[in-house]
């Protein structure tokens, strides 16, 4: 079995063939597939797919730092409301900093991101981080906020060796891993060399950054057979070596019932 980690799947890029796509999942093995939210508005969709598939979906709760805005607080506000009344949320995400599309409300991400991990703490949840083009600011708060109770992942990990590392130092954390690490120019399957199997969980990010050879077209969760075939190569290991280790991380930092 594999877990994937990180996917969209209720986003409407999917609304044609939703469960078709499902499907294709579970029969290749995908048997659970975590959903990380967006904001408000994504919410009852996400839970529509859970109570649907309440065997294979899982829902998480968070404001996306790309979707943090000047009504941020009333945002968090609503989420907040619903992460009290949602019993099965697996974890606060996504959660994090995106500096790479607009710096405009840079002050208010590290706002939400440390109101978040609040949460994650209260409730004794793992975060789900989306680090982009800002390790420095994320580094920076988590520095100062982490402990032995937070744990976590830096979903689709694309870092150097040197952020592999310290993410590693923080004690609790796993890197998330897509399709990027079947890209040609990708660096990292080298950084990863510098990582140990046991820190790594896979992942999609469906409907973005899909393997080769779907490059351009909507990925999904099936594909992250792919990726993990990939690690086959780098790890040097058997292929259910990598399913058995990266579930198992999985399953132990969300705390899934297999
Ligand atoms: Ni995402």
Redesign the pocket.
Known sequence: MIIDT?T?LYVEQFDEDRDQVVKRAIESGVEKMLL?NIDSSTIDRMMDLVHKYPKNCYPMLGL?PGNVNADFEIELKVIRERLNAVSNCIAIG?IGMDLYWDKTFVEQQKIAFREQIAWAKELDLPIVI?AREAFQEIFQILDELNDEQLSGVF??FTGTEEEAKHIQEYGNFKLGIGGVVTYKKSELPEVLKTVPLEAIILET?SP?LPPVPYRGKRNESDYINLVADKLVDIYGVSRNEIEMVTTANAVELFQLTV
Do not use: L
């Open positions: 990180h969209h990380p996306h996504e989306h979903h689709c990010d973005y």
